[in-house]
């Protein structure tokens, strides 16, 4: 008579400690699946920066392949990429911005803080349109990037957007808004 396999008396994976096969059950894999992603969060919390500097080792290496890729996911989740867009309008309008300020070398880099109030900025035009029902306002780089302006907190401002098509690419003093500290 020959012994069950292991999977079929509910074991599912095999380890090997000390020389020799261990199988395990389900709830103990379970269990390891746990400690290894509590690990993993862990390890990555303790190591963030390290972990940027490989990711952006990475994308700067496989640039072309890393667009390609993104570029069929968006095609293939048109859905997905338009709930993001509407569940996130001023974080998707800045990404948008500041993808655009860093192709043309107009982007310093943000601190946390600068980033949320760029993206809190966006948020609240979208806000105000939402309220509206139609695009009445628009973020303004009160110095237009074409002119040496940058995507920062202190260059932007809300406008109608009226006001924003008027000006282009212009800089006068009359756009800015008014200092209030």
Known sequence: MSEAHPTEAGLVYKTWANGREQWHTVSKYHADLKKRAEYGRAHYNANKEVYKVKRAASYSANRDKEIARMAAWKAANPDKVKNYRMAN???YNHNRVSYRARAIGQAPELTADETAACVGTYAQCQRLNKILGKKAFEVDHTKPMSLGGFHHPSNLQIVPTKWNREKASKHS?????????
């Open 173 to 181: 003093n009359r756009w800015e808004a008014p200092y209030e500290g």
């Open 89 to 91: 309008p001023g974080s």
